[in-house]
């Protein structure tokens, strides 16, 4: 195995003094009956430090196995939060440098702490995380910054380690991977930011002490070991490994690894080409999964608000809206409004048993909670222009919590609270023209208005609205079909289901049209279109027949 370089023993003391920090502030030094336990890793922390070249001696002269018995003890105490024993091995190792305590304590010891803190951010309770926001947050700006300065990693990487003996295209899809990384993780960072400030921080400082942990681990010995069996594979493997890397959730620690080592620490010219290859394919996957991950991050947040105490939560909230001043939807009422929704999990017909009351609770709080987030954007959008982004994203956001609750109502047996909410949201909606909600608050009006046989009302309303884009009108006069059938009128019904047929079929259009609108649609065209065509030969539904209850599925944008 090769020597450590400069380099890695740099890239492990800047993420050892972070990782010695957080874990600093992690614990309890004068805790009755846990505080010993702090002063005990500071003791074996310090052991470890001054032990160093007693330790560089005995690996130089161990037997192979002894030696990882110890690397791998050096990892569980990292995974067991030795985070004071780990930034102090690696201050110890860049000042006194030694191959055998780099590579087989130092290097474990980090990389165990850094595995540690990625595990606990994402799983860790997150009310926990957002109830440690503060008015002033400046160690959050810091990582803002920190986050930027590990994209300039690689490029550094590339300036300082040569390829001799490289063709001049082969230089160049060098920077090809360079760049795909960098791309990466500065569109990561960008959506990462849009989270609550605390959560925000504290995935920043989870995510890039991994990743400086693992540009460490890439610049050592292990990342030439690493290079070296990479340039190896053949270039149908590496192409197998893309198509993998396209097809699924890429790996992100992977790619990154490879790049980091094949494309960056310890170019080999024969390894750039698949390299490059899998770091475009996986940053441009990346880019299409990261939407849907932070989706997931959104709800995770909007579900541990209420866990906080009002002042609390109060402050998250506030802070929440300074930092969406320049955003053109407002995420966090829409992700409270959908757990709201969620909330009503169980669907009665009126007399077929318990209804949703023990759940109104749980959705009026997360409701209580959108509508107020509501009111502080509007605070703050009265500032604004009166044409600005801000004052937009805030009426939307005032239409798509009255969506919301017509959905609430609709699941909660008071379908005419729900038609009277969802036609006021179509009012609004027609406002902005913004036709992706426009349709969603019409199909949940005349969803809500069939439940209660209010089909006069229900074609009007239809009939009302006019929209331009032919896919979506193909649903609507679809629907109206199957109004008019449910009203007794087949001839009609056929002539509106001949028309809808005249018309391209409804896709999904886009971000505002998938899964991520606020509400999404009661059927799908083709379930509809096979509805009406089963009704119209004859099949028609049974007197006093309720109609299935939509599928409500939540959305953040």
């Known amino acids: 195995m090769s020597e450590p ?177 960098v791309g990466w993780l500065l569109a990561v960072d960008a959506h990462r930011g849009s989270l609550l ?28 070991v690493i290079a070296e069996q990479w340039a190896r594979v053949p270039l149908a493997s590496a192409l197998v490994f893309a198509a993998v890397a396209w097809l699924a959730v890429p790996a992100g620690a992977v790619v990154a ?49 209420p866990e906080l105490d009002e002042d609390r939560r109060e402050l998250v909230l506030r802070q929440w809206v300074a930092d969406s001043a320049a ?5 966090l009422p829409n992700a409270l409004g959908a757990l709201a929704i969620q909330a009503l999990q169980v669907w009665n017909p009126p007399g077929a048993g318990p209804d949703t009351t023990d759940h109104a609770a749980d959705s009026a709080t997360l409701l209580g909670l959108a509508d107020r987030a509501v009111e502080l954007a509007g605070a703050a959008a009265a500032e604004s222009p009166p044409d600005s982004p801000r004052r937009a994203a805030h009426a939307l956001a005032v239409e798509d919590i009255r969506l919301h609750r017509a959905a609430v109502a609709r699941r909660g047996n008071d379908a005419a609270t729900g038609f009277e909410l969802a036609t006021a949201a179509v009012a609004g909606y027609s406002k902005p023209r913004r036709e992706d909600r426009l349709l969603r608050a019409v199909d949940l009006a005349v969803d809500c208005a069939r439940s209660t046989r209010r089909y006069r009302e229900a074609g009007e309303l239809l009939r009302s609205v006019e929209l331009e884009d032919p896919r979506r009108r193909r649903y609507l006069t679809t629907l109206a ?25 409804y896709r999904l259009l886009g971000r505002e049209d998938d899964q991520r609108s606020p509400i999404p649609l009661c059927h799908t065209l083709a379930a509809l279109e096979t509805r009406v065509q089963r009704a119209l030969a004859g099949v028609r539904s049974e007197p006093g027949h309720r109609p299935d209850p939509p599928s409500l599925r939540p959305g953040s944008k």
């Open 5 to 181: 370089t400069t380099l890695s023993g740099a890239l492990l003391v800047v993420v050892g003094v972070v990782f010695f920090a957080r874990r600093l502030h992690e614990l309890d030094w004068v805790a009755p009956r846990h505080g010993w336990a702090a002063w005990g890793e500071l003791a074996v922390a310090i052991a470890v430090g001054a032990g160093q070249e007693w330790i560089n001696a005995w690996v130089a002269a161990a037997p192979a196995v002894l030696v990882a018995g110890v690397a791998a003890a050096a990892l569980l105490v990292g995974l067991a939060g030795g985070g004071l024993v780990a930034g102090i091995a690696a201050v110890t190792a860049f000042a006194h440098p030694g191959a055998g305590y780099l590579t087989w304590v130092a290097t474990p010891l980090v990389v165990g702490y850094a595995v540690r803190v990625l595990w606990r951010t994402a799983r860790g309770p997150i009310a926990r995380s957002i109830a440690t926001a503060t008015d002033r947050d400046l160690v959050g700006r810091r990582w803002a910054v920190g986050a930027l300065l590990l994209a300039g990693v690689p490029p550094v990487g590339l300036l300082l380690v040569p390829m001799p003996g490289a063709a001049w295209w082969e230089h160049l899809l060098r920077v090809v991977g360079v760049v795909a990384l």
């Open 197 to 224: 400030r605390a959560r925000t921080r504290d995935l920043r400082i989870a995510e890039v002490g991994g990743l400086l942990a693992l540009a460490a681990v890439a610049a050592g010995p292990f990342g030439a």
């Open 257 to 305: 690894a490879l790049v980091l080592c094949a494309g960056v620490f310890h170019p080999v010219p024969a390894a750039v080409l698949p390299t490059a290859a899998l770091a475009v394919v996986a940053a441009v996957s990346a880019v299409r999964m990261t939407r849907s991950v932070h989706d997931g991050r959104w709800f995770a947040i909007a579900a541990a608000l």
């Open 327 to 331: 955003a053109r939807t407002l995420w």
């Open 481 to 505: 079909a199957l109004v008019a059938h449910e009203a007794g009128d087949d001839a009609r019904a056929r002539d509106l289901l001949a028309r809808a047929r005249t018309l391209p079929r």
